[in-house]
């Protein structure tokens, strides 16, 4: 199983992740926009997510709620710019509980062979917001993300590993 790599430099506020999947850009591209595809596994393993709004193209806003087995609600929403496609998709991210403290994103998807290496940038308002993120398990939550997104593609285009 291929590492995430997260990269904080100190005092950027900027986090850039990196990992590459041994499955086709396409499929990649498709498990970030098809929302069935997508509840699977974005998000820390020990929450379900719940997508109440999901307008996949330029001005389309989004909205997802990750429930834990307390009870608790993490809710989070943004918009899409420009329009989505294989080549990487850009949107806004702000965490309900915490208004006004928006980031931006990007996620490329760059094909080698039979991989596809995923290039996730977030830049934030400030260095202050990105240590937020941080101490709030962003790492955590992102590495377990993408293993969760891994085991996904491995079931729909099962290879050797």
Known sequence: MAKTQIIAEPGVPQVVISREFQAPRDLLFRAYTDPDLLRQWLGPRRTIMTI?????RHGGMWRFV?????GRDYSFHGVFHGEPSPDGIVWTFEPEDHPGHVSL??????????KTVLHWNTVYQSAGDRDAALASDLEEGISGSMERLDE???RLVPVNR
Do not use: C, I, K, Q
Request: charged share 40%; net charge negative.
């Open 52 to 56: 109440d709004r999901f307008d996949l």
């Open 66 to 70: 990750h429930s834990d087995a307390d």
């Open 152 to 154: 996904l593609l491995a």
């Open 105 to 114: 994103e990007t996620v490329t998807f760059g094909e080698r062979a039979d």
